[in-house]
């Protein structure tokens, strides 16, 4: 995605292999990965991979192996003048991916979200896809993990992300609701608070 090209990937865990050795080449030391949606579902890949290089692990509104139980996509909150700042050909984009509708979450999807979708290599991320499975391993990640999902995200659900702290047994689990799968920037200030915790707990 971005400036970036798909190459010669064939499947995420082509892709989980590609961010594990990017980590590797900073030399960095360990890490901390946070990830949303399909970037969160990369992460798990890349923790299970690397558990002594990954230090602690943030995943938000999590993409799992299939989404099940996904709700309707039904609107939390709506201003009238929600679109005031939107392009005519931006508030369909917008509609579509967010629960809460305010002047505030209009700039949020203009500044972080247009961008990036206007750069996606789709026919890349097709052929990726169809190698969808990524290997999070057989076992649990021991380190800080932080958990939260969007009670109205109608993309992935809530429910597969119930499952998740069997594999990480420190993690903090958080279903908001009045958020969506945009829950980053519906609930900025919980999603602040979170991460502050979890980067304490690390």
């Known amino acids: ?25 900073l030399e960095a030391g360990p890490v901390m990965l946070r990830g949303h949606s399909y970037g969160a579902y990369l992460a798990r890949g ?4 690397r558990p002594d290089t990954v230090r602690a692990l943030a995943l938000l509104c999590p993409v799992a192996e299939r989404a099940q139980n996904v709700p309707d996509h039904q609107v939390v909150f709506q201003d009238a003048d929600a679109h005031y700042e939107l392009e005519p050909g931006q508030r369909q984009g917008f509609e579509e991916y967010f629960v809460v509708r305010t002047p505030a979450t209009a700039r949020r999807y203009r500044s972080h979200i247009v961008p990036g979708s206007r750069l996606v290599d789709a026919p890349g991320l097709g052929r990726i896809f169809a190698g969808w499975m990524v290997d999070v391993g ?19 659900g809530y429910t597969d992300a119930l499952d998740l702290p069997e594999r990480y047994p420190h993690a903090t689990l958080a279903v908001a609701d009045g958020g969506g799968h945009a829950l980053m920037h519906e609930r900025p200030d919980l999603r602040a608070a979170l991460l502050r915790d979890w980067l304490d707990r690390a």
Do not use: E
């Open 138 to 156: 057989p076992g649990t990640f021991p380190a800080q993990t932080l958990i939260a999902a969007g009670r109205r995200d109608s993309v992935v």
């Open 1 to 25: 995605m971005g400036r970036s090209t798909t190459g010669d990937l064939a499947c995420n865990d082509d892709v989980v292999a590609l961010i594990a050795d990017f980590i590797d080449r």
């Open 46 to 49: 890349v923790a299970a991979q």
